[in-house]
């Protein structure tokens, strides 16, 4: 009998020199997304062993074993991971620049990699380039917590001919500052600021920049199904396959943050026909824009 259970322990012992992982993925509470993402992962990763777990099924991070391939799937996952310093590296998904900037003004936690949710604004302008050849004046509407990305957008849309004509906006009540930059841009871009693009200011938003027949980009596709021309974005399928080239690395090659390099373009017929443009080709445009190289 011992004979018998020794050589079963032996084939449940990891084949030496195998190179299989543990990745776990960890979210508030298990729902359909989460699941189908973690099978996606999974037939990536075939000789991996990925699982997911809820926050409340999780231990302290202290107590995870370190070469566990942790990824972080919202909020709770993150607020679980930030309660201790100690714990293996992580990869945080579902978090954009402006939420980042407002967690961390000064220094992140270098325990964590953040993959970045909003659409590059480098990719953003070369979509207006592209759709909108023409347009040269780029009005974007900015927060305090999203003023920061002004600085990174004005090298490159000097490189593109364009130029950013900035705007601080505090939402539906200052309607004068929406129409002043409505007044001075050729174009809209949107910025996946949560306190200036949301549910609440839509509808303001979409109306007044095309009673004056100005396109919006961005911030996101769902903005482009709600009414905004275009917009870059990654789906899925580009997560994973972030995910899956990240995971081939060890976590200590992992870098700081990273967009994904995989994306396609979302847009509006509707909003194009209204506007005079010509029907937007989604698979050219993609194309066209990863042509270009990034400043």
């Known amino acids: 009998m011992w004979r018998a259970l020794r050589i079963v322990g032996l084939w449940l012992l990891p084949l030496a020199g195998s190179s299989a992982a543990d990745v776990l993925l960890v979210g508030a509470q298990a729902q359909p997304s989460y699941r189908s993402f973690s099978a996606g992962l999974q037939v990536r990763r075939s000789d991996d062993v990925v699982q997911f777990r809820s926050v409340g099924q999780m231990p302290a991070p202290a107590t995870l074993k370190p070469d566990v391939r942790l990824i972080l799937l919202d909020d709770a996952a993150l607020d679980w991971r930030l309660g201790q310093s100690a714990g293996p590296t992580a ?37 207006i380039h592209y759709l909108l050849p023409k347009a040269r004046r780029v009005g ?38 929406l129409q ?50 275009a917009s870059t974005f990654s789906d899925q399928t580009d997560w994973l396959a972030v995910l899956d080239r990240l995971l081939d690395q060890p976590a200590a090659q992992w870098p700081r943050s990273l967009y994904p390099s995989q994306f396609g373009v979302s847009g509006n017929q509707r909003v194009a026909h209204t506007l005079g443009l010509e029907p ?7 194309l066209a824009i990863e042509e270009v190289p990034s400043p």
């Open 91 to 127: 990869l945080v998904l579902r978090i954009n620049r402006v939420q980042a900037q407002q967690r961390w003004p000064h220094q992140r936690p270098a325990f964590l990699t953040l993959l970045w949710s909003d659409p590059p604004p480098a990719r953003q302008l070369r979509l």
């Open 140 to 177: 974007v509407l900015h927060s305090e917590r999203s003023q920061f990305l002004l600085d990174e957008l004005r090298p490159v849309a000097h490189r593109l001919g364009l130029e950013i004509v900035p705007q601080a906006w505090n939402g539906p009540r200052n309607s004068r500052a």
């Open 180 to 229: 002043q930059v409505l007044a001075d841009s050729d174009v809209l871009l949107g910025l996946d600021d949560p306190e200036l693009y949301n549910a609440l200011t839509a509808k303001n938003l979409l109306l007044s920049s095309y009673s004056r027949q100005l396109a919006l980009i961005g911030p996101t596709a769902g903005f482009v199904r709600a009414g905004a021309l």
């Open 280 to 286: 937007i080709d989604s698979t050219a445009a993609a």
